[in-house]
């Protein structure tokens, strides 16, 4: 029964949180129904996964961007763009090695991040009307560098995009078994750090759940991590970009709720006059949000690249929205301050299962639209809903 009461009362706290995370779960269960089971086959997750990494990387810096007061960048998808343009320019005009050419394409990314930092931090113009300028400049530019022309590219971004890592145990041609080692390695590396973690915590005197809860907790995490890498291990096996995604929900998890800079990021969004009186340098903590977001853009823009296997003028139309709305979905607030990477990633793969479940369906895409656009819709209502039942209870 006190377990019953702890779980509630975890509940009542993360209510936005585990509120999305429940409502993935229902979606997942209503199109792995109506779609007789294929939306869960091994191949079918790879390709989601693949379809949305793009999309699941514009999220995790999109959602700094809305922390810091609600603010959102417009120009995301004209930098993949661009990014893609540069990347045909460095690597196939100029004849660049391509992993020189990939590190010039993320700085060409961070320095339009930086560019519009800039005007937003220094020279307080609003977000709003900076990244949308940005859109039009970005886009005109990959534009100007393709002239229109699709410009295929070499095989080592189709690798990075679409391949997985090879099975260096030695398969039996039905299981990736590499792939079955690396997720037994990594869950027990979450639990061994979970662990190290709670011990701290409990040495210093902090308080700490009780050992039952704890106990729960990293068993149903490490069962899905294992589960998630045996059903990939049953299709060709873990793809690398899934690496890549892995990487950057740990490390900005990491910065934004262990490191001073990220709790900068969440004071500015709370009260940014409050924050700048408390000494956080809210100019340089608004600028670096927005070249990050540049840089992860442009991290997006050569993952999709790759996907297509070519830069083209229309690479990146749209995909501001779906990260956007993968956040607010996700349970960041509106108005700042209030929003998780794990939420964000949560809600972008909320918007990738709605798109793939519908499509094979075959529900026409005008229904899809208005369909995500419902679902955003809903998600901010129960922000606000939730925010008002938070006053009253005060």
């Not at 585990?18 to 939306?39: N, P």
């Amino acid at each position: 029964m006190d377990l019953v009461l702890r779980i509630k009362g975890a509940f009542r706290n993360n209510m936005r949180q585990y509120a999305m995370l429940i409502a993935l779960i229902v979606i997942v269960a209503f199109f792995q129904i109506l779609t007789d089971g294929i939306l869960l086959m091994p191949r079918n997750v790879t390709r989601l996964i693949l379809q949305n990494s793009h999309i699941l990387i514009l999220a995790i810096g999109m959602v700094l961007c809305i922390l810091t007061g609600g603010n959102i960048d417009l120009s995301v998808g004209s930098i993949v763009a661009l990014v893609s343009a540069m990347s045909a320019y460095f690597s196939v005009f100029l004849g660049l090695p391509v992993f020189v050419a990939m590190v010039l394409g993320l700085l060409c990314g961070m320095l339009a991040g930086m560019w519009q930092g800039f005007w937003i931090a220094y020279v307080k113009i609003p977000p709003f009307i900076v990244t949308l300028g940005g859109m039009l400049v970005f886009r005109g530019i990959n534009n100007l560098i393709l002239d229109g022309q699709t410009i295929g590219l070499p095989q080592e971004y189709v690798t990075l995009a679409s391949g997985v890592i090879p099975d260096f145990i030695g398969g039996n041609g039905v299981l990736h078994v590499a792939t079955i080692v690396i997720g037994v390695a990594f869950s027990a590396l979450y639990i061994l750090l979970s662990v190290v973690s709670r011990m701290k915590k409990v040495k210093q005197g902090f308080e700490v759940v009780d050992i039952r809860t704890f106990i729960l907790k990293i068993a149903l995490v490490a069962a899905l991590l294992n589960i998630a890498t045996y059903w990939l291990a049953l299709d060709d096996g873990l793809p690398n970009v899934f690496i890549l995604v892995a990487v950057l929900i740990v490390v900005y998890t990491f910065l934004t709720t262990r490191t001073i800079a990220g709790r900068h990021i969440y004071a500015l969004g709370g009260n940014a006059k409050a924050a700048e009186l408390s000494g956080v340098n809210t100019k340089k903590v608004l600028f670096w949000v927005y070249a990050n977001m540049g840089l992860l853009s442009a991290l997006a823009g050569i993952v999709f690249a790759g996907r297509l296997n070519s830069a083209s003028p229309t690479a990146g139309v749209g995909f501001e929205l779906d990260a956007i709305a993968a956040c607010f979905i996700g349970g960041a607030s509106a108005s700042g301050g209030i929003g998780t990477v794990f939420g964000a990633v949560i809600g972008a793969f909320i918007m990738g299962i709605l798109n793939n479940g519908m499509s094979i369906m075959g529900v026409s895409t005008f229904w899809q639209n208005i369909i995500k656009g419902l679902v955003l819709l809903a998600a901010v209502a129960f922000d606000v809903y939730s925010k008002s039942r938070a006053r009253k209870s005060v």
